[in-house]
């Protein structure tokens, strides 16, 4: 079992940025590929960012790219987000996923290829 616990979202004007951080306990960190997702009011849950187990891959929803970096200490057992020039339609909640993964340096972008789940931290950007 994983437990993860996001934290660093708030209300941001547009251009703004936050980092949003995700902590990690139970498992050896190092074997889990990581990523965020987000879910807007009235909107599915959608992917934004993933990295690898090693921290040797990452990918990213097109409209974030150049905006949003991944990143994670593995010896902090946290992943981060890093979130620049962001938009009104960035808001939503945010949350992190983790899954076990034989292969390093894999990433994925399905929700459902993630088996534990953060609780989400609100991301507000206002115009």
């Known amino acids: 079992q994983v437990q993860l616990v996001e934290s660093g979202g708030g209300l941001v004007q547009a251009g703004g940025s936050l980092r949003l951080s995700c902590a990690a306990s139970g498992r050896p960190f190092s074997s889990y590929a990581m990523g965020w997702f987000r879910q807007a009011p009235g909107k599915e849950r959608e992917f934004v960012a993933a990295?690898?187990?090693?921290?040797?891959?990452?990918y990213y929803k097109d409209s974030v790219k150049g905006r949003f970096a991944i990143s994670r200490d593995n010896a902090k057992n946290t992943v981060y987000l890093q979130m620049n020039s962001l938009k009104p339609e960035d808001t939503a909640v945010y949350f992190c996923a983790a899954r076990y993964t034989a292969y390093s340096g894999s990433v994925y972008s399905m929700s459902g290829s993630y088996a534990y789940w953060g609780q989400g931290t609100q991301v507000t950007v206002s115009s």
């Open positions: 990295i690898s187990a090693n921290a040797s891959s990452t």
